[in-house]
Every structure is written in structure tokens, then in C-alpha cells.
């Protein structure tokens, strides 16, 4: 067991650029979680998946962003048409629903700055 | 809105001291999990522990225990025997709603420091 891994760890662009990050959860778990983490903040909620079924998306989550997660497994966020209030730590976290206590992991984030 | 409050941005204590790092929060469910998390400088954040709120008995991990006062919807983090490794931010944690999404809604966090 790897952990949850992320790539990249980090990510300069110019405003206007789209970006894309993936996240590779723990290999049994079901469920994976998009946060945000400004600095001097705690982590904020973009989305989560249950398998490949993305059900619940924040309302952080303008309409720039995308997110997938095509065969259940890894997944993908993408931010199009960058500003620079979108810098800051994007953190991804896996869990294994099973009907019981749930705990999430997370990987180091990708952290983004937009120039 | 379910928030999570902790109150003291910064911490600091000598190694080998034990200090405690307060946390409140709001739910309207009878039955949660509370998380503490811990975050190093530049590194990944890790659960440090977990506490079942049906669960009378507070949760021990270790160096680090809980004060879990469930009527006060306080959860406290008590690390014993500090040791440099600790510094890092803290956050608290907890699902808002069950049986759904179990989103995490985390405080601002504590930045702890260990002095030697």
C-alpha cells in the first residue's frame, strides 16, 4: 500500500491556463475527496466520488472546474481558464465506505500558483 | 452552517511538556466522528485520531489522547511527552452529515511549535 499519491506536487501558470491534476487513491478504497487549502486555512470541500459516480459537488466548485474519475480509480481535476484566486493546495483523499466509521487519507496535494 | 471552531491559532510548548489543543463544534446529529489531524510543514496531513461519539470512553493513540465532552461539543487534543516532531498544524475534523457524502469540515487549525 502506497498511500495516496498526487501529481504534479506543484504547478505555476499563467492566468488563463487550464491545468489539470490527478490523484491516485489507496487501491481498495471506494470513495475519493477533492479539498481546497488556502493558506492559514483549514482544507474545503470541491466534490467526492463513490466509484466512478461523482455525487456531491461544493459550491466552491465553479463551473471552470471539472472533475472525473472515468473507471473508479484514479481521478482527474481540472481548472480551466485560471485566476489567481485559485491558488492554493489541492488536496485529494481516499476512503473505503463500508457501511461502518469512515477515515480519510489524504495525499501531499498539488499545490498551484497562478501567476 | 456546521462549523468547526478552534480557538488558538498558536501553541507552543517545551519538549517533554504535554499540552492540549481545544476544539468545538456544531452538529444537530447524535451519532458522528470527530478526526484531529496533523499537518507538517510541507508534508501530508495524517490522522493523528479518531473518536466515535457514541462512545463514552475518550480515544488514546499513544502520546495523544482526546477530552471528548459530547453535551459541550468540545474535543480536545491532549499530546503527552512532546517531542519535536510534533510541530505542525492541527486541525479538527468532523462529518456534518452521516450515512452520505462524509465530507470533512475542518477548523482553522493550530499551529503547534516544540521548543527544545
Known amino acids: 500500500d502506497t498511500g495516496v499519491s498526487q501529481n504534479p506536487r506543484h504547478k505555476i501558470t499563467k492566468r488563463g491556463q487550464n491545468v489539470t491534476f490527478r490523484c491516485d487513491p489507496i487501491?481498495?478504497?471506494?470513495?475519493l475527496y477533492w479539498y481546497r487549502q488556502t493558506l492559514g486555512q483549514g482544507p474545503e470541500f470541491l466534490t467526492y466520488f463513490q466509484n466512478e459516480a461523482q455525487l456531491e459537488k461544493s459550491r466552491l466548485l465553479s463551473d471552470r472546474f471539472s472533475a472525473e474519475r472515468p473507471k473508479g480509480s484514479f481521478s482527474t481535476l481540472e481548472i480551466q481558464r485560471t485566476e489567481q484566486g485559485d491558488s492554493a493546495m489541492y488536496l485529494c483523499?481516499?476512503?473505503?465506505?463500508?457501511?461502518?466509521?469512515?477515515?480519510?487519507?489524504f495525499g501531499p496535494g498539488t499545490r498551484l500558483l497562478v501567476l | 452552517a456546521q462549523t468547526v471552531t478552534q480557538s488558538q491559532p498558536e501553541m507552543s510548548v517545551q519538549e517533554a511538556e504535554t499540552v492540549t489543543l481545544s476544539c468545538t463544534y456544531d452538529t444537530s446529529e447524535s451519532d458522528y466522528y470527530l478526526f484531529w489531524y496533523k499537518q507538517p510543514p510541507s508534508r501530508q496531513m495524517i490522522l493523528v485520531i479518531r473518536?466515535?461519539?457514541?462512545?463514552?470512553q475518550n480515544a488514546t493513540e499513544n502520546r495523544f489522547s482526546v477530552n471528548f465532552q459530547k453535551a459541550a461539543k468540545s474535543f480536545s487534543l491532549k499530546i503527552s511527552d512532546s517531542q519535536l516532531g510534533d510541530a505542525a498544524m492541527y486541525f479538527c475534523a468532523y462529518p456534518p452529515t452521516q450515512g452520505g457524502s462524509e465530507k470533512l469540515v475542518f477548523g482553522k487549525g493550530t499551529k503547534l511549535t516544540v521548543n527544545p
Open positions: 487501491s481498495e478504497h471506494n470513495r
Open positions: 483523499a481516499s476512503s473505503l465506505n463500508s457501511g461502518g466509521a469512515e477515515t480519510q487519507y
Open positions: 473518536q466515535e461519539a457514541y462512545k463514552q
